[in-house]
């Protein structure tokens, strides 16, 4: 073959592959959820969050009021509602909130503002991994941590503006609950059967952060976005013996 002929082919070859479109996803398999942006104008409000009204369901009358304020030990009761007082982390309430995981207690959340409550799953390290293995589409975990929330489904994270930070960072020192309510309900959308949402705080979270946020899943008092609250919390790790 002659040089000419080669060189004739190799173009044809080179058009042939520039001319291939990418393969097509598999069948079937949903895509992840698209970056999404501050529902506020970044141009001019770049410091400024929405109006954001908390809403949520009467907390039941049988429950045993807990007032969280400081360290808390464990403690179980077969209903109870924990309400925040001062400066409360999570770091400082794991042991009764283990107690209530091991007592099977219903536990419900007090929002700090209203008086509505929120009923809450509780999930150690451990369950949530079990959680997040089961094969339902579109699990979401919200990762709330002092720059913001992280959102993950199991199709991979939510980007926000910036792809290497929170999907929805925190504005002006405070939460942006209006655009995570938009990604809440941007994931239902997507997911339909999704039934449940879990909250993982990192140790550092005040509690009444965590459960303002919880807002979010209540557009109004009786249309939850997701049917399921769960709230996740690092177990206490037990003692040594002294003599070890």
């Given amino acids: 073959m002659s040089r000419w002929a080669v060189c004739l082919a190799v173009a044809l070859a080179l058009a042939a592959c520039k001319g291939d479109k990418p393969a ?30 908390p809403a949520g369901p ?3 009358e049988d429950l ?6 400081g360290d808390m030990g464990p ?28 007592a099977g207690s219903e536990v419900w959340v007090k929002h700090p503002e209203g008086s509505f409550a929120y009923r809450v799953k509780l999930r150690d390290e451990r369950s949530w991994q079990g959680w997040i293995d089961e094969p339902v589409p579109g699990k979401l975990r919200v990762i709330q941590r002092a720059d913001g929330f992280e959102l993950q489904t199991n199709m991979g994270k939510l980007p926000g503006i910036d792809p290497n930070g929170p999907s929805v ?28 949402v879990c909250f993982a705080p990192s140790m550092g979270m ?3 952060d965590v459960f303002a946020a919880l807002a979010v899943n209540y557009p109004s008092a ?23």
């Fill in 24 to 53: 097509a996803p598999p069948a079937g398999k949903p895509r992840p959820v698209e970056q999404f942006k501050p529902l506020t104008n970044e141009s001019d409000d770049t410091f400024k969050v929405g109006a954001f009204t």
């Fill in 58 to 60: 009467a907390a039941p």
């Fill in 64 to 69: 045993k009021r807990l007032e969280l304020n």
């Fill in 75 to 102: 403690e179980a009761a077969p209903k109870v509602l924990l309400v925040t007082l001062g400066d409360t982390y999570l770091a400082q309430v794991t042991p009764l909130l283990a107690a209530l995981d091991d």
């Fill in 169 to 196: 960072p925190v504005r002006g020192g405070r939460m942006d609950l209006p655009t995570l309510r938009k990604g809440f309900e941007r994931v239902k959308q997507r997911f339909k059967d999704a039934p449940d």
């Fill in 206 to 208: 005040a509690l009444s």
């Fill in 222 to 244: 009786d249309a939850p976005i997701f049917s399921e609250l769960c709230l996740v919390y690092p177990r206490p790790k037990a003692p040594r013996d002294a003599g070890r």
